[in-house]
């Protein structure tokens, strides 16, 4: 099993920033790509970004692209999402997933592991 948990949520005013955390434990070594996902009040969960676990590839949503940065820390096994120009339509549950197979998707099904979530609110 791996165990995922976020931090780093928050309230923030529209135009600002927010650095979301994902500490992974447990088997990490079977997790092959990380992906952030977020779910609005209401709403569908929905695939913000993801990348390969070893590094490298990633890949965005055409929401966030350009404002958002996924990065990971090896030596800590922490996934980072990096949330830039904070809007208010941001403003959901955000979770952090990992999967075993090294293709990334937009598919929450195609995740085998997930964290709790992390509230971000964005104020307009």
């Known amino acids: 099993q791996v165990q995922l948990v976020e931090s780093g949520g928050g309230l923030v005013q529209a135009g600002g920033s927010l650095r979301l955390s994902c500490a992974a434990s447990?088997?990490?070594?079977?997790?092959?790509?990380v992906g952030w996902f977020r779910q609005a009040p209401g709403k569908e969960r929905e695939f913000v970004a993801a990348?390969?676990?070893?590094?490298?590839?990633?890949y965005y949503a055409d929401s966030v692209n350009g404002r958002f940065t996924i990065s990971r820390d090896n030596a800590k096994n922490t996934v980072y999402l990096q949330m830039n120009s904070l809007k208010p339509e941001d403003t959901a549950v955000y979770y952090c997933?990992?999967?075993?197979?090294?293709?990334?998707?937009?598919?929450?099904?195609?995740?085998?592991?997930w964290g709790q979530g992390t509230q971000v609110t964005i104020s307009s």
């Open positions: 997933a990992a999967k075993n197979t090294g293709v990334l998707v937009r598919s929450p099904g195609a995740y085998n592991y």
């Open positions: 447990g088997r990490t070594f079977s997790v092959a790509a």
């Open positions: 990348m390969i676990w070893s590094g490298g590839s990633t």
